[in-house]
């Protein structure tokens, strides 16, 4: 099976997601990484792609030029990666768009709402696939989780406690010089949203995922801890599913302790399902009466759907987000496949819109 | 040291709760049971007093007659555990106290505001000690929270994440036949809360009893999952703090897998603490940049008050409840004491009407 | 119901397990402390009857002039705990069985196997009975466990895992003036066993209990760790069982980090079950090819019997130590009752001798 | 940084270990697989080679014959990963080690004693580098242990718990049709040594490795419990170390309910650690009298060396094997590195010598 031809836009030197959408790529061999441009400073740019060991020819300054001259080379570029700030991500996200390559873009979808519906017009237009890496997704379990569901094994869903917590923003890094601070939270960079852009909107979107439902209406109380921040640091909100489900979500990064503490617990009329994201290869059953069960990934009672290793070794955070690779590149090769879309994403930019909303109005119930 | 007269009301065979207190009464030898109007129902009483080896003399059919008998008697009682029903917590708590007997009272306080507000003014006008049973105060972990916060290891507190979650609710039981599930479902005998009321208020006691800090206002959504019941069953809010903290509590009877889910997590500018209460001897403390600690009852940087065995010598429930009788005859012997007072009764009260307020109103953020 | 009339040997002021086994006596309200020999000094005995509010004419400096004077007496004990250190229980139990007072004492049964065997002859030429107080096999979860092996939902038992491991002991405690440590690392007054006697026992006692098998053979390897101790601080060994189980035993009183940690893993044809003293309310049972299950105390797919109060309300030691007295209570009124007897005792003094034996001879195996 | 040129001698289609091979050279982008002889049926290479990748002119049936062409070739293979069964570990070894081609070598080193002194007077001839692949010594935790260790974190080390359980050969899967199950039970393929050659070796290895000390002596009691299997699949035994420790070793492929259950408890005069694979981004560090610290990877006292992500984001399985992997490249590169050698290699077969000895002797103790 021949690789797919790979590009990035962003992920230069230092970039934590850079790094981890390239292993994710690599995993399971279905990409191959030929282009970047992978900063905006241009010699960054190449220093980045000669570590990588890109060909210099391949490697460029600015994102708009590598889109034209790599959809004329005869091996030019099939599918893009975009793990640049959320700005970036639409007016990136376009220029390979419009010229036929599939974009594999990270989220949250963009930092405007205007943005998002500019962008789905322009993935809707498109022949070319757009797959936006809510990489919680692909984790075995979430999808086994997703699986019981929709089989009834819980009945009617009645409760949803969503929580993503970390704790890396307990000071004021963002004045330190930490870059990745200093971006995620500046509204001009990140959007109207501060942990529930960067967090809260996976746990918004894995809550969904997971059970089938969207959220209907929720009502929300952000803020932000550390003085002088100027997005939200932690936020609490309760939440009204299309389904009939209830539930809460809270998202921090002031929590000291939490390092990367995404967890979702789900009940219904017949039974629990509960999962962490830091040991993510369990996932908690508990019908209504009987035994508690542990399922684990590969095991009994657990999928090996999207494993690579028999259970007891454990898979983590990169095998799930490269299922999301892989998933991509059976989609591009025509197969039927399981990722997250743009709508996915224009579902997690109108959970941000409605939180601002309804914080800024003391909590009122804001319809999605 | 002579061991304290103790009359008790409820508690006939069959009732849970009865059983606990006598045991927590007994564990440090402080109290012998002497007397009690343990049931309404005179054949009950007398049965559940002659299985309890109460003299029958001393075995009595109503609470008035008992207060009114017991404190002529030269080795009347001396305290009395009330553990009815919430509507009858009132009525019985101040014909004994009007009578100088102390009050060792379950919660919540009462089924009414009203009730509560008049049972404050009766302990106010009593030189007896009214002791309300938040029973979970009573672990040794939580009072070593409450100290390292008062201490500020923690900072000044920003988050607080309580949850109660049972799942015994899950199926109507209210409609087959099961007592218990009964009275607790229904608002004449259990007030305007159900799930808040019987665990939620627990929650919420814990929260500002470990912190320090009083809920100034709360936004609820109170929900009756099971078709047909009166009171909620699930209920979700956010929290807001009088020092500044804010908060989400989770209460529900209807979570399968979740038995005594009772979990407490407080973030600070300066480090964490987590505490669950079915592994109760244990204490998470997460400095913030230093590594996670586990702090074991009796053991190294855990507490040894309140604890009768050491470190690796699971403590329950049965001890924690203990230590709120043994609190109570200290009290009862005029030496210093940490316990429940009237007013962290009315508190709870006030929590109960605050809830079923704001939810009427949508969430509406609603004064304590 | 009422009361049984209960003595105590040993347990003055500071002593652990003295203040245990009174806790444990009172936790049901089938025993009434009435008379002791607390101390063999004087004032000390005094003191400590004072201290429990024992009439001042049932405080004994000497266990025999109690057991002399109390069967004599019309509401003179009927049961006495013996709860010295190991080299005083023959002698002082011997008075007791002899004037047909029944004996609960602690482990192990005696210092030397002489001493064990004369106690054995005792004990079978009384109508006392003689109850051994091997605690731990009173946890529900351990009864559970027992029960469901019984029931063949192992299948044929293969493989046991036993360890008991505490820290306690890791620095030269017993020099330090500290009076636990100074008994329990003498042999004149512990036996020759030291880890093993004091916890190995245990352990061993529990392996047999749940299994329903005897250890046939041991090779074992004891070892003193810390510089100038008389009695091993830590010992290994392999076990055959007469039912064709094989095991391995740890225990050790020098492993930093271990508050209590006796554990229990068997695993058999068909499933396996795992158990930890310090989380005693939950039992993993893995039947093979099926999903993991954890049982939990009280709720499903575990045990109410000798329980106290539901699921998800932790029990812990003193619930499980009470249970053992509760079934002495049962066994005394001649009910049915399962209790750890003297031949129990027996088999953990051959136990003791056969590790010493073997590691003697450089861990030849060694029939107990 | 141009790839390092890999081949590959079994590992075809089906076969778990060759994926992961393949998988954790991919993962830091240091190998590129460009040759191989997957299998020894002819029509199974091809077809293996095709599903890979593979150019059809480097697709071998035969290893010797990969070696040869390969060392001519302008562009050939700079290093073999060998993964077929143990007894043909040697043979194609040689061949590679003989014409400077590094050698990366699943374990354990041979089938026999004999195969592995000649394997090792190879290595030592060779200019190129042998690598033994005991992946477990490359999780970030466990050279984060050793390292502490070495540090003195610990003191002395006195008592050594390694165990490694598994289920899967519970029932006799070798009768079966499985692949895996009948070689890895079959003597002429996997040498004398069942569960102890397949993972007790693993365990042998991490406890040196992290202890920094040589077992010295052992006394082992080896079973088969699965009527009819050839090889041990459960094994006990005693550990001596040329430090003073002493230890216990488990290893088990009939314990229901373990799945890869390889975890490692360390203790010193001054603290112990434990980790568990099955868990592998935590460790325990309990510094006596001190509270027990959650030492976790990337974060707060835990490594950052060999991690690619931050704290909270497992690591699992295929990471920790690809920083062997990465080590080789390193090694092969010219720069410092650690990973196990030929040297672990023998080890390991004295170990398996010992054990299988120690057991015929009926446990008597055995140098290694």
Redesign the interface.
């Known amino acids: 099976?021949?690789?797919i031809r790979l590009g990035m836009v962003g992920g230069g030197n230092d970039a934590?997601i850079g790094?981890?959408h390239?292993?994710a790529a690599?995993?399971?061999?279905r990409f191959e990484l030929v282009a970047g441009a992978l900063s905006s400073t241009p010699e960054k740019a190449m220093e980045s792609g000669k570590?990588?060991?890109l060909d210099p020819d391949r490697t460029y300054a600015d994102f708009t030029e590598m889109a034209k001259r790599e959809v004329r080379l005869k091996n030019g570029i099939e599918a893009v990666a975009i793990v640049t700030p959320n700005h970036v991500h639409a007016v990136a996200a376009k220029e390979f768009l419009k010229r036929g390559i599939h974009v594999i873009c990270d989220k949250p979808l963009t930092a405007t709402m205007a943005d998002a519906r500019k962008l789905v017009k322009a993935a809707e237009a498109s022949k070319a696939l757009f797959i936006l890496t809510h990489n919680y997704t692909g984790y075995p379990m979430i999808r086994h989780a997703k699986q019981m569901i929709a089989d009834g094994e819980l009945g009617e869903i009645?409760?949803v406690?969503a929580?993503y917590a970390?704790?890396w923003l307990?000071?004021p890094l963002e004045t330190e010089g930490q870059k990745q601070a200093a971006w995620r939270t500046d509204p001009e960079r990140s959007g109207a949203g501060g942990s529930i852009g960067d967090i809260g909107t996976h746990a918004h979107n894995l809550a969904c995922f997971v059970t089938g439902q969207k959220v209907e209406s929720l009502?929300a109380?952000l803020?932000a801890?550390v003085p002088g921040r100027q997005l939200d640091d932690?936020a609490?909100?309760?939440l009204?599913f299309d389904g009939g489900a209830?539930?809460?979500l809270?998202s921090?990064q002031?929590?000291?302790?939490?390092?990367?503490?995404l967890r979702l617990?789900i009940?219904?009329?017949?039974?629990?399902l509960?999962w962490a994201?830091?040991?993510?290869?369990y996932l908690?059953?508990?019908?209504?009466?009987?035994?508690?069960?542990?399922?684990?990934r590969g095991?009994?009672?657990?999928p090996t759907d999207g494993t690579?290793?028999?259970?007891?070794?454990?898979?983590?955070?990169?095998?799930g987000f490269a299922n999301i690779y892989t998933e991509a590149a059976n989609a591009i090769a025509g197969k039927p496949a399981v990722y997250p879309t743009i709508h996915d994403g224009l579902d997690g930019m109108k959970f941000i819109d409605a939180c601002v909303k309804s914080s800024g109005r003391?909590?009122?119930?804001v319809k999605l």
């Open positions: 099976m021949s690789r934590f790094a981890v390239r292993i690599r995993m399971d061999d570590a990588l060991g009645r409760v406690q929580e970390q704790d307990t000071q009502s109380d803020h801890f932690n609490h909100m309760m009204r209830r539930g809460m809270w921090s002031v929590a000291p302790g939490n390092e990367n503490g617990r009940y219904g009329e017949k039974g629990g509960e994201q830091e040991d993510p290869n908690w059953f508990t019908p209504f009466g009987e035994p508690k069960q542990k399922l684990t095991g009994a009672g657990g690579r290793i028999p259970a007891g070794h454990p898979e983590g955070y990169l095998e003391n909590g009122a119930w």
